[in-house]
């Protein structure tokens, strides 16, 4: 590769890892596609080569342990300035009829992913002091007190294990950031609500869909602007704030040796 910045991009077959290597080509950066389908990725490595981005390919599947271990070796060569943890699977469905093997491929695409790829390259991000780590979640991450809607035809999806796991990258990111606080590192999760795109078999091309060239444009600028959470198309970052607030009460409240009165005999 050139002596150009290297992200390494996972998901790149289509949809939105495909939007962000073209986003990222754009903007100097030379790329490390990493998807299952092989062929999808070398289109993509020709057409990136068009704006001058060389790009290596990685054909692995990241729901199999190895996959990831493939992968985080990879990212641990220390060239790597940019981590998009963008690969997933929708994993709908009621809980006690996912079968254990399908369970085990979504939980680790899904949520065990991101931080493996993300130890594996932060040594070289922090010893060069400069780098990020951008983790692709869902606002169904923020879903898990929505009850089905009333009167809605589509209601809220059976998500217990897709909201479980969405839910992790949040959580780690947001607490990645201020462990990174001043090495020059950063992290940002985000999470796009309805995505036009052949993800979950295209179930998501609806009117209220955001295109996946929007979301990368959004991520990037969101990653680049130093935000930790983004939310795409929140014009009110009130909620985001009450949360924080929320939690810190929370957690603060409930580290006491006396019982809650409503518990007390």
């Known amino acids: ?41 070398e289109v993509l490595a020709k057409e990136l080569a068009d704006v001058g981005a060389a790009s290596e390919v990685i054909s692995v599947d990241l729901s199999e342990r190895a996959g990831i271990q493939l992968v985080a070796d990879r990212a641990a060569a220390g060239d790597i300035d940019v981590l998009v943890s963008n690969a997933g699977v929708s994993a709908y469905g009621p809980f006690e009829e996912i079968a254990p093997e399908d369970l085990d491929r979504a939980w680790t ?96 091309r609806v009117p209220v869909a955001m295109s996946p060239e929007d979301v990368a444009t959004a991520t990037w600028s969101s990653f680049t602007r130093g935000e930790v959470v983004c939310l795409l198309g929140l014009e009110d970052l009130g909620p985001l704030d009450r949360l924080a607030q929320a939690e810190l009460e929370i957690a603060s409240g409930n580290i006491t040796p006396v019982l809650a009165t409503r518990y007390q005999g």
């Open 109 to 204: 695409l899904n949520a065990d992913a991101t931080p493996f790829l993300a130890r594996a390259v932060l040594p070289g991000m922090l010893g060069r002091g400069r780098g990020g780590i951008i983790a692709v979640s869902s606002t169904l991450a923020f879903s898990a007190g929505a009850p089905a809607r009333a009167g809605d035809s589509r209601g809220m999806p059976k998500r217990a294990l897709y909201v479980s796991a969405k839910a992790g990258p949040v959580a780690f990111a947001r607490v990645l950031a201020t462990e990174l606080d001043g090495t020059g590192v950063h992290a940002t999760v985000v999470c796009p609500g309805l995505v036009s795109s052949e993800w979950n078999d295209g179930a998501s």
């Open 1 to 41: 590769m050139a002596d150009r910045p290297i992200a390494l991009i996972t998901g790149t077959s289509s949809g939105i890892g495909e939007a962000m290597a073209a986003t990222l080509a754009a903007d100097g950066y030379d790329l490390v596609l990493v998807a299952r389908r092989r062929e999808q990725l």
